[in-house]
């Protein structure tokens, strides 16, 4: 009993990391202070603009910020100007919040890149790329893991064999591998929504297996079942029987495939940006964020990191929603 509620906190706060990560993905043109590709040229690498509600005697105002000051061009070393306060503005210019002042003291809430962008700004619109290719490349992967596994399962005989050592064929390969390799060998600069397609797909190829040879397995004990005897005695099609019957009973194990899925894509898209074969620039994906930032000093910046921080979260949430499913089935044992 314990084990279960357990399981099921931990499960409430997985899915409410997912929804808040989702969430921010959908609203990002309005939570977003800046466009993806705002640049401030002043402002490289900059430290993260904080608000505040009090200034240094101790006065209480609305929320404002200091701007920042280069110090050191060669360290990129700022100091805040305290002797003005620049006021924040909600609900202007169809975004949340920004700031009233936005080309000489911009609101910079997680810092900003090596080519002075907005590091919170691209952080969310990133999400709408990884998040979203990682859902679509996991739908792909269902689709094709569950039709090539409910017609073995179903067919049984030479076609059984067939697709399942095509699967066996894909499962060995180590699967990073494949996808480098895949990618590699296409032209290194594309346009956003071929790469998105591409990715997807190849994601989607090689996710299927995992899926298939589970679904296959429970459809081909499902097709014992007095069930599946009867709906084929009352006249059912064999693609009735599968489609409306069969694989039906494989929802269950294809959801947790799925939520497994997502997060090995969404590092995997980030692998691929990483080494410069994702999204072109100024395509805003965590990815490419971490690309663009492969050559600084985190230890300097750590505020570069936050695609990473991100990733971590979303796959810790991921995780945490399997495991009262994990918790239940580990009571029964």
Known sequence: MNARLKGSRYSRLGFA??????????????????????QFPGLLNAPPTLPHVQDDAGSWHAPFIYRWQLVNQLEQQYEADRSARVPLAWFSGGRLLGSTDDRRAPLLLLGADSFGRDVFSRLLFGARISLSLAAVAAIGAMLIGAGIGGIAGYAGGMTDDVLMRATDFVMVLPAMYVVLALRAVLPPVLAPAVVFSLLAGIFAVVGAPFIARGVRAIVRTERGLDYAAAAQALGASDARLLVRHLLPAAGGFIAVEMTLLVPAFIVAEATLSYVGLGFPDPVASWGTMLHDAANIRFADFPWLLSPAAAMFVVVLGLNLALERRASGIESLR
Request: charged fraction near 10%; proline fraction near 9%.
């Open 17 to 38: 990391l997912v929804a808040i990560a989702f969430v921010a993905a959908v609203a990002a043109p309005g939570l977003a202070p800046h466009a993806i590709d705002d």
